[in-house]
């Protein structure tokens, strides 16, 4: 609760230690009332605050998207070595961008990005194009709304083509507990086995992406043997399983054959 008041009032903790007498006036009392209540009730504190911290950027959340985790920063990492290798303009596509969390943080890091970033939600697109204004990379990164490839033209081609798609499991208990019960479902689970969309993002990869382009997805903490399978169907190469910070496998990574 000291995290939340020393947050949505903009007060340092030291701040709060020092005037522990310091009340509210009515208004923020109220204010204050319905902020524990939210949370007492098991609310995530990113909705609460309406925003959250992600690879060097804070973006606005809200209900209407997936609240960006840590170990998501593993894709942004990957993407930016691979702009780094090529040292050059590279076009850079982000299937299911939510709050725009992997797009805008790859845009922040280099100059050399140009970013796509596609979703189905137009409330999800609302919030990462006000975060896009926000952080000055409007002109860095474009979107468009549709599942998946189907935003795009068919012609476009990319250097590099990062997703975090919906990769758990219908039915899976986790649904029901912690955050993930406050998160919007479409953005969590593909209502299928968990693979389905991981499935049609690294198939149609060969389409948009260039000759020797790189794909990288996230997946879940057991997936990696099934999506390196699904990467070796389609013929990419250069197949790699990247861990996160915990030491789980977070990301499988492929290349389209030269």
């Not at 596609?118 to 609302?126: P, R, V």
């Not at 590099?160 to 499991?169: D, F, G």
């Not at 099934?226 to 977070?250: E, F, N, P, S, Y």
Request: overall charge negative.
């Amino acid at each position: 609760m000291a995290y939340l008041l020393e947050k949505h009032y903009q007060l340092p903790r030291s701040a709060l230690l020092s005037r522990d007498d310091m009340s509210l006036n009515e208004l923020a009392l109220q204010e204050w009332e319905g902020i524990v209540s939210r949370r007492v009730g098991g609310e995530p504190i990113a909705y609460i605050l309406g925003k959250k911290g992600f690879h060097n950027i804070e973006l606005l959340v809200a209900p209407g998207v997936l609240i960006p985790r840590p170990e998501t920063e593993l894709l942004v990492d990957i993407a930016l070595a691979e702009i780094a290798k090529l040292n050059k303009y590279t076009k850079v596509l982000d299937l299911g961008t939510g709050s725009g969390a992997i797009a805008l943080a790859i845009a922040n890091e280099t100059p050399l990005a140009s970013v796509i970033a596609t979703d189905q939600s137009s409330e999800a697109l609302a919030i990462a194009k006000q975060n896009s204004q926000l952080l000055n990379l409007h002109n860095q990164v474009a979107f468009a709304q549709g599942s998946w490839y189907e935003a795009l033209d068919q012609q476009n081609q990319f250097d590099v083509i990062i997703s975090n798609p919906p990769y758990i499991a219908n039915q899976d208990p986790h649904l029901t507990i912690g955050d993930l019960r406050f998160e919007p479902s479409s953005a969590l689970t593909d209502h299928a086995s968990g693979l389905s969309c991981l499935e049609i993002i690294i198939s149609g990869a060969d389409m948009h992406l260039k000759s020797g382009g790189l794909i990288a997805v996230e997946h879940g903490f057991d997936q990696s043997e099934a999506v390196v399978k699904l990467m070796q169907a389609t013929d990419l190469t250069d197949i790699h399983v990247h861990l996160d910070l915990a030491g789980h496998c977070r990301a499988v990574s492929g290349r389209k054959r030269p």
